[in-house]
């Protein structure tokens, strides 16, 4: 039993329900206990009441991808680690890819990774099982146990299986168990080298090129296969204007098919990577601004379902090297909502469908009660300032690791309070 909190005088804006306006939450037991749109709610007797002030009173957000060190290299990122920065950033539950040492691809490991992330981190911690053993695109995993064990979907992180036949009997077996089937779409042979989006700008800067087909290649197999096999399918991240028109094409005629895009792939074009700034060379690489004008009109129309941080720590050796030499990815839970904010700010995008593709959709795909605001629900919350001005400095970062893609980016929106099951994990002080 926990302390009973109110929420009062804030401007309530849930996804799920289409709610924008001034209201109140009682939050009692890790539940929403009462909700009130414009009318005031009684205080029980020694609740706390916070006066929110006109801040946004938010479901708090789901990162659907995620990766961390623990367990293996705890060096990087640890899941208390994690989980304090998911808190400063909003993000009260985050999907965690497989890509560890070893590779949660046994039950046993699921469910050590739910209880240490009980003890450790402050947010909840949903491990995704992988899809084949060892991340070999070869063999499947036992996808019952996995799921027994707690696993929330099925992925194989940062790879992508090749085969055809090895993807449609995985889909078949995934469908059986009612798991969501998360691929990153890749073709391996037409990456090849490559590290950053094929164009005239690789070619001026003298880098090889990844083309757009090593994206939708992949991807329209897979949306035939997922059709054809049953499969909850969720392509994990699209970068490009024509893995759009693959992805609107197959939610015509199957409505399982989901699709998620980076928040860097939304808030940063190619030609951010200037003078081969390794911060900024990711998977799926930076597109051009033709491509990212195109995934923010599909975040507009419901192509794209959902927003993750992809949050990939990395050490210092590994980022600062020669750009081609350099490993992919970039952290990304502490300013996930305010990047996604830049969006808002530019009028780009209604704060309900931004807010939505981190909330109510990531909770409706893995089949989560969270994600929403409704009497009942989990109280996982976020109070956030819409406005509030900051620069990214490297000295406030919680993550183990500095590997940020908006290092120094000036932004606008500030979590004020993070509540997880009723109870406040984060505050923000001046």
């Not at 449609?168 to 080298?193: E, K, P, Q, W």
């Not at 990815?329 to 209604?350: F, K, P």
Request: aromatic share 4%; hydrophobic share 40%.
């Amino acid at each position: 039993m926990t302390r009973a909190t109110l929420i009062e005088n804030a401007r309530i804006v849930d996804p799920a329900t289409g709610t924008d306006h001034l209201g109140a939450v009682l939050i009692e037991d890790g539940i929403i206990a009462e909700l009130a749109i414009g009318a005031p709610i009684g205080v029980p007797d020694g609740a706390e009441v916070i006066n929110a002030k006109g801040l946004v009173l938010a479901p708090g957000l789901i990162d659907m991808r995620v990766f961390t060190g623990e367990p293996g290299k705890e060096y990087r990122e640890t899941l208390q680690s994690a989980g304090e920065a998911a808190a400063a950033g909003g993000i009260t539950s985050f999907v965690m890819m497989p890509d560890t040492t070893p590779v949660v691809d046994d039950g046993a490991l699921v469910d050590f990774l739910i209880r240490r992330a009980r003890a450790t981190s402050k947010v909840n911690v949903l491990p995704a099982g992988a899809i084949t053993k060892g991340l070999n695109g070869t063999e499947m995993t036992e996808y019952g146990l996995l799921k027994e064990a707690g696993a929330v979907c099925l992925t194989d992180g940062r790879h992508s299986i090749q085969s055809p036949s090895m993807l449609r009997t995985a889909m078949s077996y995934a469908a059986n168990y009612g798991l969501t089937f998360v691929h990153h779409v890749s073709d391996t042979d037409l990456t090849g080298t490559g590290v950053m989006n094929e164009g005239l700008f690789a070619t001026i800067l003298g880098l090889k090129g990844i083309p757009r087909e090593a994206e939708t290649i992949p991807l329209a197999r897979d949306l035939q296969l997922a059709a054809l096999t049953g499969v909850k399918y969720h392509a994990a991240q699209i970068s490009c204007a024509a893995a759009v028109e693959l992805v609107a094409a197959a939610k015509k005629r199957n409505r399982a098919v989901t699709a998620g895009i980076s928040i860097n792939n939304l808030a940063l074009n190619e030609n951010d990577i200037g003078r081969y700034r390794t911060f900024f060379k990711l998977s799926t690489p930076l597109r051009s601004e033709d491509d990212r004008q195109a995934m923010i009109q599909a975040l507009r129309d419901g192509t794209i379902d959902t927003i993750h941080s992809d949050h990939d720590p990395q050490d210092t050796e590994v980022k600062r090297q020669p750009f081609a030499e350099a490993s992919d990815g970039a952290i990304g839970l502490e300013t996930l909502l305010a990047a996604a904010l830049r969006l808002v700010h530019s009028g780009d995008v209604d704060l309900l469908t931004v807010l939505r593709a981190m909330t109510s959709r990531p909770a409706d795909i893995l089949g989560l009660p969270s994600g929403r605001i409704a009497k009942g629900a989990p109280a996982d919350l976020i109070l956030f300032d819409l406005d509030y001005p900051w620069q990214v400095s490297e000295t406030d970062i919680r993550s183990k690791s500095r590997n940020t893609s908006f290092e120094g980016a000036r932004l606008a929106g500030k979590v004020m309070r993070t509540i997880v099951a009723g109870e406040t994990v984060h505050t923000h002080i001046d």
